[in-house]
């Protein structure tokens, strides 16, 4: 069985099956196919799209997994009826030992607050909350997460903003433009987890609540600074065109596509250039290995290297 994840993307799509390929036709393009013995799960994120019922039922014999989205969004998970979740990893999240769940989250703590300080060194090398940044961020002091926050936001507004903008999810200001690009991340790890049997539900430091999906919360914390970085391009290019603060802060089809954009950015992970996309379902794939063998070792989260983060 493959493990390879197909993302069907395209704005209107026809799926079928025939003699074990899986058939698209995208509009006036000549058909495309792929063996079904090649695809470990499939992403539909179309937004118009039709499939055959002969084709669920061959992913299902094949025990291929079919996540349908919405927005982006996962909406709908389709797997073979004998197998609700991967019953073997679920056990494993559930039943993960202390230890190990604390050492994964400070592997992603250690991405996040390095990524977050990186970002605001080329945003404003000079800004004089990056000397504390740098410290905070190899510390093990347990509020570390929040001080580097707070001073990587501080970064944020004396460089693209105003001494007033504080970061939140219901704040004023250019919020709503993070709450959105966010929101991108969160559907593109959700899309991986599903597809790779991790159930979102069992995080690793995000508490369970109702309609919560934790363990994405957990995963997509090294790559926000990814998404702030294109954020503030964004802003960036608006105020130096002239625009008003609130129309910079407008979530139009122009910024939609712009932020959307950052999911194919050239990154480096472990050596290799990739979209940051595939760097995620990269992350993912290290994460499950690394809750199935028990041990911490083969999670690699994202860390930022040789790209341009500046603005």
Request: charged share 25%.
């Amino acid at each position: 069985m493959s493990y390879h994840i197909l993302s069907i993307d395209t704005y209107t799509c026809h799926l079928s099956c025939d003699k074990g390929q899986l058939r698209c036709v995208d509009g006036e393009n000549s058909p495309r196919t792929i063996p079904l013995e090649d695809v470990g799960a499939v992403v539909l994120s179309s937004f118009k799209a039709t499939l055959t019922s002969n084709l669920l039922i061959e992913l299902a014999r094949k025990r291929i997994g079919f996540v349908l989205c919405e927005s982006y969004r996962p909406a709908v998970l389709l797997l073979p009826a004998d197998r609700a979740t991967d019953t073997g990893l679920l056990r494993h999240l559930a039943d993960m030992p202390a230890r190990l769940r604390n050492r994964l989250w400070q592997k992603t703590l250690d991405a996040k607050c390095g990524n977050q300080t990186a970002l605001a060194q080329a945003w404003n090398p000079h800004h004089p909350a990056i000397a504390e940044l740098k410290r905070m961020a190899v510390t093990e002091k347990t509020a570390r997460e929040a001080e580097c926050a707070r001073l990587f936001w501080s970064v944020f507004a004396d460089t693209w903003a105003n001494s007033d903008f504080r970061r939140g999810r219901h704040e004023e200001g250019f919020n709503d433009l993070f709450n959105y690009a966010y929101a991108i991340l969160l559907s593109c790890v959700l899309q991986y987890l599903f597809a790779l049997g991790l159930d979102p539900c069992f995080g690793i430091f995000h508490q369970s609540r109702e309609h919560a999906a934790p363990l994405a919360y957990d995963l997509m914390e090294p790559f926000r600074p990814a998404f702030d970085a294109n954020v503030a391009r964004w802003i960036h290019l608006c105020l130096r065109e002239g625009k008003t603060e609130e129309e910079t802060g407008e979530i139009n089809r122009e910024y939609r596509q712009h932020i959307t954009a950052t999911l194919q950015a050239a990154v480096m992970y472990q050596d290799k250039q990739l979209p940051l996309r595939a760097a995620v379902e990269a992350v993912c794939r290290s994460f499950r290995k690394a809750v199935l063998a028990g041990q911490s070792g083969p999670y690699e989260p994202w860390v930022m290297t040789t790209i341009k983060w500046d603005g």
